[in-house]
């Protein structure tokens, strides 16, 4: 059976000499799109994308000039990047640079990845959210603390951590973000029930390259999923992490800051922050940006060793921002006492505060199956360790360490009296 042409499929295409041009251009026609350009270098494929209507840039996969850089500029006018390359190396280069896919230079097969590539989801537009969620005109003013949940790899549950405290400090009486920016995909939106498609982060990260990003089109972005608790969910694939640019989530966590207290779920490993495009650079500017990092570490004696290995590389990031450190899954079978466990800790740090939270299965799957906060279920012995947590970080039992780090740097620059 003929697949029905689809006149209305717009293709850019830059490539660069190459000996398959002609004959993917033939079968491109033959298959009923439109080649909107043939391009004659990286610079005019960039601003051909920005003049708008294209969906797909196909290009020689060993142009000289396609950077990371031009990739994400295309990405913001919602043209996805397919290369033609028979070279495995070169395919994995350009899997890092954010291509959506690398093909062979055979035309059917060409046709066949370009329908793929345009059906493919860039970044969900906040339309979709919940009709009627703008910004309360009577939010407070002033800006709120950005308190980053990270811990070392091995699951030591920096999730259900970051949960955890969000909706304490929100069951508190503060507004709270909830930002889910694991760049391995997130899972906050499961540990709380929300079953859309939209990821929150995506629509945020799009509107930041436009410019357009303000408090009201965020609020919009988020779900609501409590009182005072607002949720960004996160990434739905690992590989949708090429569409949040470097520097991107700093900006957004500055423009969560102005609803509330944010509590940023971050992914576990530490790159150079010097490789702009390391995977885990939205961990890297999370970290940055925070106010105070909450350390997630488990009691057993991998996860001790983890832990200790992972405050010495993020103390050497973070420098002088405050690091609060969380003992998770802690019980008496371990064979070591709470004060062993406090010396370990500060042989490697000065912590604002080291807290444990007991092994309590059943709550944490009580909490998982029902899609909801441990502060929602009632009464447990997790939660009232997260609860003693979340009190020793509220903003009224730190008010006497001084102002936080972003309320430093707005008085600097002269932002605040």
Not at 127 to 146: I, N, T
Request: aromatic share 2%.
């Amino acid at each position: 059976m003929t697949a029905v042409p689809d006149a209305r499929l717009c293709v850019l295409v830059l490539a660069g000499g190459a000996t398959w041009e002609a004959g993917v251009l033939q079968a491109v026609a033959d298959a009923g799109m439109v080649v909107t350009k043939r391009c004659v270098d990286v610079p005019d494929l960039m601003a051909s994308a920005s003049s708008g209507g294209a969906t797909v840039a196909l290009v020689a996969g060993d142009l000289p000039r396609l950077d990371a850089e031009a990739v994400m500029h295309l990405l913001r006018y919602d043209v996805r990047t397919l290369a033609v390359t028979a070279d495995p190396a070169l395919a994995d280069r350009l899997g890092r640079l954010g291509v959506v896919e690398t093909i062979p230079p055979a035309p059917a097969e060409v046709v066949a990845a370009v329908r793929r590539v345009a059906a493919r989801e860039v970044v969900a537009d906040p339309e979709s959210a919940p009709p009627g969620r703008h910004l309360d005109p009577d939010h407070p003013a002033g800006h709120g603390r950005v308190l980053a949940v990270w811990g070392p790899a091995g699951a030591p549950g920096r999730t259900t951590v970051a949960v955890g405290l969000a909706a304490e400090l929100a069951g508190a009486g503060q507004p709270v973000v909830l930002v889910d920016a694991d760049p391995y995909g997130g899972a906050v939106a499961q540990h709380l029930g929300v079953l859309d498609e939209m990821s929150g982060l995506l629509a945020v990260a799009r509107m930041a390259n436009l410019g357009t990003l303000d408090e009201d089109s965020f609020v919009r972005a988020c779900r609501r999923v409590g009182e005072r608790l607002d949720v960004l969910t996160g990434l739905p694939r690992a590989d949708r992490r090429v569409e949040v640019r470097p520097e991107v989530l700093g900006a957004v966590l500055g423009v969560a800051a102005g609803l509330g207290e944010v509590v940023v779920d971050c992914g576990f490993s530490l790159e150079d922050e010097a490789v702009p495009l390391a995977r885990d650079r939205m961990t890297l500017d999370a970290l940055l940006a925070a106010d105070e990092v909450v350390v997630v570490g488990s009691a057993e004696p991998t996860g001790l060793s983890r832990l200790a290995r992972g405050l010495v590389e993020l103390t050497d990031l973070v420098g002088a921002t405050p690091v609060r450190v969380v003992v998770n899954r802690m019980r008496p079978t371990l064979g070591w006492s709470e004060r062993d466990i406090v010396g370990m800790v500060e042989g490697y740090v000065r912590p604002a505060g080291v807290h444990f939270l007991p092994e309590d299965r059943a709550a944490v799957d009580r909490s998982l199956v029902a899609g909801r906060s441990l502060v929602e279920l009632g009464e447990s012995s997790l939660r009232a360790a997260l609860g003693e947590v979340a009190a020793a970080m509220s903003p009224v039992a730190v008010q006497a360490s001084g102002p936080t780090r972003r309320r430093r740097r707005l008085l600097l620059r002269g932002v605040l009296p």
